[in-house]
Nanobody
């Protein structure tokens, strides 16, 4: 099992930026990392994913061009740079580790505790 710890969430005004980090530790290796988000009363949605080599990136349409996912396989940390934030981006953001190239939460085996992102208008 891998342990994932997210950080970097907070309160920001619309148009602002935040960078989320997800530090991975443990004995099990997963080839792919994803970011998901869940707003109150809604399902957990895919945001972005990446392979540890930096390849196989994919973004949800809602964040394409504004968010950038990256991976540092020396620090075992995945980042999500979020620019031009909108109130609709408000959610708890989770990172997850999985062995398949997927945008489905069901294909990810390990999850962090989540970090709150709130964007005010």
């Amino acid at each position: 099992q891998v342990q994932l710890v997210e950080s970097g969430g907070g309160l920001v005004q619309a148009g602002g930026s935040l960078r989320l980090s997800c530090a991975a530790s443990g004995r099990t290796f997963y080839g792919y990392m994803g970011w998901f988000r869940q707003a109150p009363g809604k399902e957990r949605d895919f945001v972005a994913r990446i392979g540890w080599s930096g390849a196989n990136t994919r973004y949800a349409e809602a964040v394409k061009g504004r968010f950038t996912i990256s991976a540092d396989n020396v620090k075992n940390t995945v980042y999500l740079q979020m620019n031009s934030l909108e109130p609709e981006d408000t959610a708890v953001y989770y990172c997850a580790a999985g062995g398949y190239i997927s945008t489905s939460p069901a294909d990810y085996d390990s999850w962090g505790q989540g970090t709150q992102v709130t964007v005010s208008s």
